[in-house]
């Protein structure tokens, strides 16, 4: 049985998406692969590890990674689960229209500097849109184009991103602290806990971490679960449960954080995305409404 499957979600002459799901059955690092044009990849679910040469790279729900063209990578599986990926490429025009120049490689051809950049939680809705409405054919061609053309803006916006700089070794220790949230992102975690399991002292943990990913590691545990809720919006009809088994001590603990969040509770984001059963299909105006909202941010 192969490790992956591949769904495609959307191809015109400027966009292609692709549902990108794997296993994870094979936890040591692949074979080489190529990169054969350039994307950006949107973790949705679980976690992997990509090499690129000596850089390794953490792969999970706060991320955006780029995979250039003809560039040659492994990938491996430090944690059980597997991963979905959201593959988003673009007319490679429109994407160096879209990205600054400080982002990109000097001369032909048009490559990324970095392998990798945090991405907002708007950003994060925008993925879950798209996928949720391509998937259930909720969303018409030109808005998805639309949604994806303002995806790539919020993940190359130096507003809405934020790239890592930090020495090799604190950015190594900031992807085991990574790994040991994403292992069980229901578990009550305590700092003490964490930094037993990244071998470090609590206090410089949370210093590391601050410094490299701009953000409390508290905080960043809290994205990685509301990312997962909005994977599962459309399995759940309880919320309540959907809150609990993510770690939540309460369903309104779990609504009032994901409207922080993304600027709606999970019940008005699964109307908005079209996620729940109705009895007959209607045209597509609520999505429309929510990637309004998205779009205008």
Not at 80 to 92: K, Q, T
Not at 222 to 244: I, K, P, S, V
Request: net charge positive.
């Amino acid at each position: 049985m192969s490790q992956y499957s591949t769904a495609p979600l959307l191809k015109t002459k400027m966009v292609t998406i692709r549902d990108i799901v794997c296993n994870g059955e094979c936890r040591h690092k692949s074979d080489e692969e190529c990169a054969h044009r350039t994307s950006l990849v949107y973790p949705y679910r679980g976690v992997f590890m990509r090499h690129v040469g000596r850089n390794d790279t953490v792969a999970e729900a706060n991320q955006v990674l780029f995979f250039n063209a003809d560039q040659g990578y492994r990938i491996s599986h430090p944690i059980e689960g597997g991963d979905a990926c959201i593959d988003l490429a673009i007319d490679e025009s429109m994407l160096e229209e879209l990205t600054p120049k400080e982002q990109v490689q000097p001369g032909p051809p048009f490559a990324f500097r970095r392998q990798r950049r945090r991405i907002d939680p708007r950003a994060q809705a925008l993925v879950a849109l798209l996928r949720h409405g391509l998937s259930r054919n909720v969303a018409e061609t030109l808005e998805a184009e639309i949604l994806a053309l303002t995806l790539v803006r919020r993940s190359l916006g130096e507003r809405t991103s934020h790239a890592a700089g930090a020495s090799a070794g604190r950015q190594k220790l900031v992807d085991r602290a990574k790994l040991v949230l994403s292992s069980d992102l229901a578990r009550r975690w305590t700092l003490s806990e964490i930094a037993a399991e990244v071998g470090v002292s609590p206090v410089y943990l949370t210093q590391v971490f601050q410094q490299v990913e701009a953000t409390p590691l508290y905080r960043y545990q809290l994205r990685l679960r509301l990312a997962r809720a909005l994977d599962l919006l459309g399995q759940y009809e309880d919320l309540t449960a959907l809150g609990l088994d993510l770690g939540f001590s309460s369903h309104s603990h779990f609504s009032a954080s994901f409207k922080q969040t993304f600027g709606q509770t999970p019940a008005e984001f699964q109307r908005a995305a079209q996620l729940r059963r109705k009895r007959k299909p209607t045209a597509p105006r609520l999505f429309s409404r929510a990637a309004k909202d998205a779009v205008a941010l």
